[in-house]
C-alpha cells in the first residue's frame, strides 16, 4: 500500500456504494486519511457484509445513508457534486443468485444502469470505478486469464455482474464517462463476512479456525485460486480513479496462485491449530465450480504500476488478529 495520491482525493467529495461491506469501509477509511469528503451509502441488507462495526472510529468523519441503490430518488441527491464514485453494492453470492435471481439482477444490473444515467445526465465529470468479479469469465479456457479471456459466466450472478461490468464499458465509449471496472479475485483481510460462507470460502475457514472446527476442502483441494490482500485491492481502485489512463479500462487483478489444500494447510500453519477434511461438494456449489483460476494483472501493473505487495502469509496473520480482537461483531 504504498501508492502516492499527492492530493488528488483532499478536500474532494467521493461517495463509496456498499461503504458499510467489506471493501467499502476499507475504502471509506482510506479516502478519510486522504482528506476526502466521504459518503457513504448502505442498505445493511442482512445477507451482504454490512456491518456499522466496519466503520468504528470515522462515524463522525463519513456521512451514511442507509438506502438502496435501486432508490432513485436517494441516489439523485447523494450524487450531486460528487467528484468520485466507487460503487460496491452489489449481491455477490453466487447460490444466492440462483435462489434469488431478481433480486441479483436487480442489484447488480439495474442499479447499476440506473446510476450511470443519472451521471449521464447531471454529473457527466464524476469519476467512476466498479468493483466487477472474475466471475464473468466463468470456467478458465487458459491460465492467467487476462482481460481479452471469453466472457461466459456459469452462474446468475456472473451473468448480472457481467451485465454491470459492461454497462460501465459502454458508457464510457459512448458518453465518455469516466468509468473503469475491476475485476476482483478472491479478496480477504479484516471486516469480511465470516459468519457463514455466503459471500466467500475463505470468511468461513476464518470462522472454523477461530471456533477451532475443521476446515472443509471441496473435492481433492488440488484446485487452484488467487487471494488479494483487502489493501492492495483499495490501492487500485485509488489508482484508478486518480489517473487518466485508467477511462474506460478493464483491469484484473490478481496475485500468486495456491492450491486451496495448500491455502488450508498454510492457514492451520500460521494459526498454530486446527485440521482440514476432504469433502464431496455440495451439489449445488459443484454445478458452479469453476475449477481453477488465477489472474494475469500484468495490464494494471503495466499501466497503473499496481502489484500485490501484501504477502499471503502476513495478511493471514493480520486478519487472524483482527478476528481474534474483534470478533464477537462478526460471527
Known amino acids: 500500500m504504498n501508492a502516492n495520491f499527492d ?3 483532499s478536500g ?3 461517495l463509496v456504494t456498499g461503504g458499510l461491506g467489506f471493501i467499502g469501509s476499507h475504502l471509506a477509511r482510506r479516502l478519510v486519511h486522504l482528506g476526502a469528503d466521504v459518503s457513504i451509502v448502505d442498505n445493511l441488507d442482512p445477507s451482504t457484509g454490512a456491518n456499522r462495526f466496519n466503520i468504528a472510529g470515522i462515524e463522525e468523519r463519513v456521512h451514511l445513508t442507509i438506502a438502496d441503490v435501486n432508490d432513485r430518488k436517494q441516489m439523485a441527491a447523494l450524487l450531486e457534486g460528487q467528484h ?3 460503487r460496491l453494492a452489489a449481491q455477490t453470492s453466487h447460490v444466492g443468485s440462483l435462489r ?3 433480486k441479483d439482477v436487480e442489484a447488480n444490473a439495474v442499479a447499476q444502469l440506473s446510476i450511470l444515467e443519472f451521471c449521464r445526465k447531471h454529473n457527466p465529470e464524476i469519476r467512476i470505478v466498479f468493483a466487477g468479479t472474475r466471475q464473468v469469465y466463468g470456467r478458465p479456457q487458459r491460465l492467467p486469464v487476462s482481460e481479452d479471456h471469453p466472457l461466459a459466466p456459469v452462474d446468475y450472478n456472473g451473468v448480472s455482474k457481467l451485465a454491470g461490468d459492461l454497462y460501465h464499458v459502454v458508457s464510457h465509449q ?3 464517462l469516466w468509468t473503469t471496472v475491476l475485476r476482483l479475485t478472491n479478496v480477504y483481510g479484516p471486516h469480511m463476512r465470516i459468519k457463514d460462507a455466503r459471500q466467500m470460502f475463505v470468511g468461513w475457514w476464518f470462522h472454523q479456525m ?3 472446527g475443521e476446515l472443509q476442502v471441496y473435492g481433492d483441494g488440488q484446485q487452484v485460486r488467487d487471494l488479494n490482500y483487502v489493501g492492495d485491492v483499495v490501492d487500485a481502485f485509488l489508482l484508478c480513479a486518480a489517473h487518466p489512463s485508467a477511462q474506460g479500462q478493464v483491469y484484473n487483478l490478481g496475485a500468486e496462485p495456491i492450491r486451496l489444500l495448500d491455502l488450508a494447510r498454510l492457514m492451520i500453519e500460521i494459526n498454530g491449530s486446527g485440521t482440514y477434511k476432504l469433502v464431496p461438494f455440495p451439489e ?3 454445478r458452479i465450480d469453476i475449477g481453477d483460476y488465477y489472474g494475469d494483472f500484468s495490464k494494471i501493473r503495466a499501466q497503473l504500476n499496481w502489484q500485490p505487495t501484501i504477502p ?3 495478511g493471514i496473520e493480520q486478519t487472524l488478529d483482527f478476528y481474534r480482537r474483534y470478533r464477537e461483531h462478526y460471527l
Open 7 to 9: 492530493g488528488i482525493f
Open 284 to 286: 449445488e456449489r459443484e
Open 100 to 102: 434469488h435471481p431478481m
Open 312 to 314: 499471503l502469509h502476513k
Open 174 to 176: 459512448i458518453y465518455g
Open 84 to 86: 468520485f464514485l466507487f
Open 12 to 14: 474532494k467529495r467521493a
Open 210 to 212: 477461530l471456533d477451532g
